[in-house]
């Protein structure tokens, strides 16, 4: 079992920035994906950016040019740097780990991520 601990959220402007981190208890090595997903109320959880076990990344268009999924693989930790954040990404970001034998698939408890207009 892997625990995932994310921090780093809080109340920024729109056009500021933020740094999430994402500490995995393992290796993060042992997972062939390491996700941010987000969820705003009333809408469903989707899937921000990626980082595969190669360290290519992956990106969704509403965050494309503006995020960037990074990891320390010494620190076990996974970053995700947001900069000109939007009010629309208000939202809880989650960490996740997925490996696809098994397949297995760990969440951290989530981070508030809030941008004011």
């Known amino acids: 079992q892997v625990q995932l601990v994310e921090s780093g959220g809080g109340l920024v402007q729109a056009g500021g920035s933020l740094r999430l981190s994402c500490a995995a208890s393992g290796s993060i090595l042992s997972f062939n994906l390491m996700r941010w997903h987000r969820q705003a109320p009333g809408k469903p959880r989707e899937l921000v950016a990626a980082?595969?076990?190669?360290?290519?990344?992956d990106y969704a268009d509403s965050v494309k040019g503006r995020f960037t999924i990074s990891r320390d693989i010494a620190k076990k930790t996974v970053y995700l740097q947001m900069n000109s954040l939007k009010p629309e990404d208000t939202a809880v970001y989650y960490c996740?780990?997925?490996?696809?034998?098994?397949?297995?698939?760990?969440w951290g408890q989530g981070t508030q991520v809030t941008v004011s207009s």
């Open positions: 996740n780990a997925w490996r696809n034998i098994g397949p297995v698939d760990y």
């Open positions: 980082i595969n076990i190669g360290a290519s990344t």
